[in-house]
């Protein structure tokens, strides 16, 4: 299957333009260079794809053992000053 590639034209207020032909060689849909080529840096390839997934199955594991950690924690400093006995404030002298 072929492409779809595109001609650059200029538009009448002097914006770049790309214009994708279908098969039978008229136009099939034209747009300012600026929309295209945000809608190219959006769109990513396969093999970006494949690299992403795996970057986030390698980050998942690590967040998970970090949150374990910090809710140890937490409930330990809980416990610690629930354990830990009130100091109580001196009598205050007439």
């Known amino acids: 299957m072929a492409k779809a590639r595109r001609t650059t034209h200029r538009s009448s207020a002097g914006k770049k333009l790309y214009a994708v032909r279908a098969k039978d060689g008229t136009f099939k849909d034209i747009q300012t260079y600026e929309r ?3 809608a190219d840096l959006a769109k990513k ?6 690299t992403a997934a795996k970057k986030a199955t390698k980050k998942a594991a690590p967040k998970k053992k970090a949150a374990v950690k910090k809710a140890v924690k937490k409930a330990v400093k809980k416990a610690v000053k629930k354990a830990a006995p009130k100091k109580k404030a001196p009598a205050k002298k007439k």
Do not use: F, I, L, M
Not at 45 to 50: D, F, R
């Open 36 to 38: 295209a080529h945000r």
């Open 45 to 50: 390839s396969k093999p970006e794809k494949a």
